[in-house]
C-alpha cells in the first residue's frame, strides 16, 4: 500500500516539477457524538507552513481543548477531534504553503448520535387499573424506530386497544392489570445505519390492598384479667402492612397490647369497660391503603353493690331487703330463701309488669333497673334466716346472702312421749326455738324441778335444748312433765310423758328358703316395738322333738333375712324368732317347719377296655352353691361395701372366698370393658369386701366364688354403677344429639335376633335340636355334630335299664380307639352295629350282668333324679 503511494506521489512529483500537492486522510469522516477520530494531511513538494482551519474559517491554533493540531514533520500534520459533538460538523481544511506557493485538501466531517436510551428505568411500576405509561427515550440521528414486544412478541397496537405507543416512543397500557406485570423490550432501530439496540424494562403491577376483619364483633368480659382478638386478614401486592388505631391513636405493642409478627392479630390484654368501642384495621402498600371497623363489646359481670341484714318482730306489718348490683348488660335481680324463689310460680301486675306478688299477697318482689327489693308481710319466725339475693345477666352472675333477724317469743317442740323402764335413764328433750335465747324450767305437779326429795332426776341445757333426765326408781316416776321457756317476747309451756316401755310382739316368719348345710329366714318386723328401738333378733332351730339351738342377730333398719349355717342335708328343722329391745326378749313366733336340701352330688363311670363290662367308680363332689351379694354405697361414692350371704356348702366347709371386678362402661365415651383386676382370696368366715378407689359414675360387675375342697361354685354376680363426682361440673345435655325412639328399637330387635341365633346355635351343637337341627335334618339328610357318638353311648347304656324303681343313670364311656385284628381302622359302630369287645362278645351278652353291678354301684350313693350332674376334665357323665 505504501509503495503503490510513494510510487503515486513521485509521478506527481515529476510531473509537477516543484507544484505543492496535499492530500487528507481520509477524504471524509462520519463521528459519533462523544467518539474521537484524526485525519492526516500529507503535503508533496517543500512547505514551509500546514495549517489546519475549521468549517469557520478559523485557524485551529495548536493544543485546543477538543481539537488538536499536531506537525509530525515536513510534510504531515494531523488534526485530532476528541469527544465529537454537533458543533463538531462540518468541512475542515488543510492548507500547505511555501513562499508564495500554496496548495489545500478540504475534508468533510459529519456527527450523528448513536442510539442511545437516555431514559429507560427498570423496574417501573403502577397501580392496578391506572393507565400506565412505560418511559423509554431514545436518543439517536436521524430519530430511532421504537418497536415494544412482550414475552418475546411484538405488541400489536391495532389489536389490542389498551395498548398504544405514544409519539414520544413511550407504551401506553390502559387499565393496566395484574397479569400484565413482567418484562418488556424497547427496541430502537436506525434504517440508514442499520443500528438496533434494545433495554429491558421490568413492569411492576401493585395491587390495593383488601383487608377483612375475622370477625366484625367481638365480645369481651370485663374486670376478669382476660384477653380480647382483634384480627383482619390483608391481601395485596406489595404485601402490606398492617396497623391497628383506636380513637385515632395508632396501637402499638406494649403492656396494655400485643401485635403479632405481621401485625394482623392485635391483642388487648386485662379488658377493660373503658376498651370498648370501635378498632381500625389498616392495610397499606405502594397501591394505596384500606381499613376496616372491628367492633369491641366489653360486658361486665354482675356485682352486687349493696346488701344489708335486717332485724324484725314477728307479728310486725312489713320488713323490706334490699339488693343492688352493676353489671352490663344490666343484671336481672331474683331473691330465694332455702329452696324457694319468691318469683317462681307468682303472678304479675297487669299495670307494673317488674311488680311480683305473691298468691297470698304477703311476698312482694319489686324491680326497678338495677335495684330490687323483697318485701315480706305479716312477719312469722319462720321468716328469719339467710336470704340469697342472685344478680344474673347474659355473662355470668354474683350471689350474695343476707340475715334476717326475727325476735320471737319461745316455741317448744320435741317429741312428747318417751318410753323407758325402771332403773333405765331416760331423757324427755324440750327443743325450744326462741330468739333471744330463752331460760328453761321443767315441773312436775306444780313443783320445779329437780326438787329437795329427788334424787333420780337430772336437768342439762344446751343452747337450744333442754333434757331431763329421769332413771324411773318405780311406776310412780312415770307420767307427766312440764316444760316452760321464756325470754323477752314471751312463754311457752308443753306437757311431755314418760310411758313405761314394753318388750316387743314377736316377729312373722314369712319364708324359709332351705339348702343343704344353711337356711334364709325372711320375716316382717313385730307389730309392736314395745316403745323403745329393736336392738337384736333371736332365731332358734331344732330337729324336732330336741332341745333348741339359737343365735342373736343385730338388728338394724334394713334386715328382712338372718341365716341359719351348720344344718345337716335332707333333714328336718322347725324354726322360730323373738325380738329384744332394751326391755327384754318378746314373745317367739310360731314355729315354721322346712327341710334343708340334699348335698349336690356328681359322679363318675369310668370304664377300662377290655374288661368284659366297665368297671365303675363313683366320687362324691359336692361344689357348694353361689352366694347372694348386695352392694352397699359408703359415704364416699367412689367407695362400695359388697355383702354376701352363705349358701349351700356343698357338704364340706367352705375355705375361702375369691373375689374380682372390673369396670364395664364409662359414661360419655365409646364402650369400653377394662381388665379384672387382681382377685381377691378372702377367709372362709368374711361375709363383705370394701372396694375402694373406684373410678366415678362407672359401671362395676364383681363376681364372687365360694370354694370348698371340692371345687368352686358358680360366679354371683352383681353390677352397681359409682356415684358422680361431686367436684365435676355436668356438661350441657343437647337434646339433638341424642338417639331417636325408632333407632333404640332397631338396637333392640338387632340384640333380640342375635340372642336368638346364639342359643340356636349353642341348642345344635349341645342338645341337637333347634331350628339349625331342623334345616340339617329335613333338608339336608344330616344329623347334628357328635349325633354318631351319642348313638354309640345310647347304645352301649341301653342295657342299663332296670325294670325296678331305681332312679335311671345314664352311663356313658370315654371312647378309645383299639387296633383291628384285621389291620384294618376301626369300624365306626351305628345304631346297627352290636357293641363288640375285641374277644368278639357283645355287651348284649351280659347285660344281666352288667345290671347288677350297676345296681350295686348305684346303692352306694345317694343319687338326686332330675339334678343337673357335674363333671370335671374328661370324666363322663353320669
Not at 339359737?550 to 345337716?568: C, Q, R, W
Amino acid at each position: 500500500m505504501l509503495q503503490t503511494r510513494d510510487l503515486i506521489w513521485g509521478l506527481l512529483f515529476i510531473g509537477c516539477a516543484a507544484a505543492i500537492q496535499v492530500q487528507i486522510t481520509p477524504t471524509q469522516g462520519e463521528i459519533s457524538v462523544g467518539e474521537s477520530k484524526f485525519f492526516l494531511c500529507e503535503v508533496v513538494g517543500d512547505a514551509k507552513d500546514i495549517d489546519w482551519y475549521a468549517p469557520s474559517g478559523e485557524k485551529i491554533l495548536p493544543n485546543m481543548p477538543d481539537i488538536f493540531v499536531n506537525r509530525a514533520d515536513e510534510t504531515t500534520s494531523t488534526l485530532t477531534i476528541y469527544h465529537a459533538n454537533v458543533d463538531s460538523a462540518g468541512i475542515y481544511k488543510c492548507v500547505a504553503k511555501n513562499g508564495d506557493k500554496e496548495a489545500q485538501a478540504t475534508v468533510q466531517v459529519k456527527i450523528f448520535q448513536k442510539i442511545t436510551f437516555a431514559s429507560a428505568p427498570s423496574p417501573q411500576e403502577f397501580n392496578e387499573g391506572d393507565d400506565a405509561d412505560i418511559v423509554c427515550n431514545v436518543v439517536s440521528s436521524p430519530p430511532p424506530t421504537i418497536i415494544w414486544k412482550h414475552k418475546g412478541s411484538k405488541i400489536q397496537v391495532a389489536k389490542d386497544v389498551r395498548y398504544k405507543i405514544m409519539d414520544n416512543g413511550h407504551l401506553q397500557i390502559r387499565g393496566i392489570k395484574k397479569i400484565d406485570e413482567g418484562m418488556y423490550n424497547c427496541e430502537a432501530r436506525v434504517m440508514a445505519r442499520g443500528e438496533i439496540d434494545f433495554k429491558m424494562i421490568k413492569v411492576v403491577v401493585n395491587v390495593l390492598p383488601t383487608i377483612r376483619a375475622r370477625l366484625s364483633e367481638v365480645n369481651a368480659t370485663a374486670d376478669i384479667g382476660s384477653s380480647a382478638l382483634l384480627a383482619c386478614d390483608a391481601d395485596g401486592f406489595p404485601e402490606p402492612t398492617v396497623t391497628w388505631a383506636h380513637n385515632n391513636i395508632v396501637l402499638e405493642t406494649g403492656d396494655k397490647y400485643s401485635l403479632n409478627e405481621d401485625g394482623s392479630e392485635l391483642v388487648i390484654k386485662d379488658v377493660k369497660k373503658v376498651d370498648e368501642g370501635d378498632y381500625t384495621c389498616i392495610a397499606k402498600n405502594k397501591a394505596g391503603e384500606k381499613a376496616e371497623e372491628v367492633s369491641l363489646n366489653v360486658f361486665v359481670q354482675p356485682k352486687i353493690t349493696y346488701l344489708n341484714n335486717q332485724t324484725a318482730s314477728e307479728f310486725d306489718n312489713q320488713v323490706t331487703l334490699t339488693c343492688e348490683a352493676l353489671g352490663d348488660p344490666t343484671p336481672t335481680i331474683s331473691w330465694s330463701f332455702e329452696n324457694r324463689v319468691f318469683t317462681e310460680g307468682e303472678q304479675a301486675s297487669w299495670t307494673r309488669p317488674d311488680k311480683y306478688e305473691s298468691l297470698d299477697r304477703n311476698i312482694v318482689v319489686r324491680s326497678h333497673a338495677r335495684v330490687s327489693s323483697l318485701t315480706l308481710k305479716n312477719i312469722v319466725f319462720t321468716y328469719a334466716g339467710q336470704y340469697l339475693c342472685t344478680a344474673s345477666n347474659s355473662i355470668g352472675q354474683d350471689n350474695q346472702h343476707m340475715y334476717l333477724e326475727v325476735r320471737y317469743a319461745p316455741k317448744i317442740q320435741g317429741r312428747v312421749t318417751v318410753y323407758t323402764w325402771e332403773g333405765n335413764a331416760a331423757n324427755i328433750s324440750c327443743e325450744v326455738e326462741a330468739h333471744p335465747g330463752a331460760s328453761v324450767v321443767w315441773f312436775r305437779d306444780g313443783l320445779q324441778l329437780p326438787s329437795a326429795n329427788t334424787t333420780n332426776m337430772k336437768i342439762y341445757n344446751t343452747q337450744s335444748v333442754s333434757y331431763l333426765e329421769i332413771t324411773p326408781d318405780s311406776q310412780s316416776d312415770f307420767g307427766s312433765y312440764n316444760c316452760t321457756a321464756t325470754n323477752a317476747m314471751g312463754t311457752d309451756s308443753k306437757e311431755f310423758l314418760l310411758i313405761q316401755a314394753e318388750v316387743p310382739s314377736s316377729p312373722e316368719i314369712q319364708q324359709v328358703e332351705p339348702f343343704s348345710s344353711t337356711a334364709v329366714v325372711a320375716f316382717e318386723e313385730p307389730d309392736s316395738m314395745g316403745g323403745v328401738p329393736i336392738i337384736k333378733y333371736k332365731v332358734e332351730w331344732r330337729l324336732p322333738g330336741q332341745d333348741w339351738t339359737g343365735s342373736e342377730h343385730d338388728a338394724n333398719d334394713e334386715m328382712t333375712t338372718i341365716t341359719i349355717v351348720g344344718l345337716k342335708p335332707e333333714t328336718t328343722y322347725e324354726v322360730k324368732m323373738s325380738a329384744i329391745n332394751g326391755k327384754g326378749e318378746g314373745e317367739s313366733s310360731l314355729a315354721s317347719t322346712f327341710k334343708t336340701e340334699p348335698v349336690q352330688y356328681s359322679f363318675t363311670i369310668s370304664s377300662e377296655i377290655p374288661t368284659t363290662i366297665a368297671a365303675t367308680t363313683m366320687a362324691i363332689k359336692g361344689e357348694p352353691s353361689a352366694p347372694i351379694l348386695e352392694v352397699k354405697v359408703q359415704d364416699k361414692g367412689n367407695t362400695l361395701k359388697v355383702n354376701w350371704i352363705k349358701q349351700d356348702d356343698g357338704g364340706s366347709p367352705i375355705k375361702h372366698y375369691l373375689v374380682r371386678y372390673k369396670a364395664v362402661s364409662i359414661p360419655n365415651k365409646e364402650k369400653h370393658v377394662s381388665d379384672w383386676k387382681p382377685e381377691i382370696r378372702l377367709p372362709y368366715n368374711s361375709e363383705y369386701v370394701m372396694l375402694n378407689g373406684l373410678d366415678w359414675n362407672t359401671e362395676y360387675e364383681v363376681h364372687v366364688v365360694a370354694e370348698n375342697q371340692q371345687g368352686k361354685s358358680e360366679p354371683a354376680v352383681i353390677s352397681f354403677r359409682t356415684a358422680t363426682d361431686p367436684t365435676t361440673i355436668p356438661d350441657a345435655v343437647d337434646s339433638s344429639s341424642g338417639l331417636g325412639t325408632g333407632a333404640i328399637v332397631g338396637i333392640l330387635i338387632v340384640v333380640f335376633f342375635l340372642l336368638l341365633l346364639g342359643v340356636d346355635v349353642t341348642c345344635y351343637f349341645l342338645n341337637k335340636c333347634g331350628l339349625l337341627m331342623c334345616i340339617a335334618v329335613n333338608f339336608c339328610g344330616k344329623a347334628g355334630p357328635g349325633a354318631k357318638s351319642k348313638d354309640i353311648e345310647e347304645g352301649k347304656a341301653a342295657f342299663t335299664k332296670d325294670e325296678s324303681k331305681e332312679p335311671i343313670v345314664e352311663v356313658r364311656t370315654e371312647e378309645e380307639h383299639i387296633p383291628n385284628q384285621g389291620g384294618g381302622g376301626p369300624t365306626e359302630p351305628n345304631e346297627t352295629t352290636p357293641l363288640t369287645e375285641p374277644d368278639g362278645k357283645t355287651v348284649k351278652d351280659d347285660k344281666t350282668k352288667g345290671q347288677t353291678e350297676l345296681k350295686n354301684a348305684t346303692d352306694e350313693v345317694k343319687t338326686v333324679p332330675n339334678e343337673a350332674p357335674q363333671t370335671n376334665g374328661n370324666e363322663s357323665k353320669a
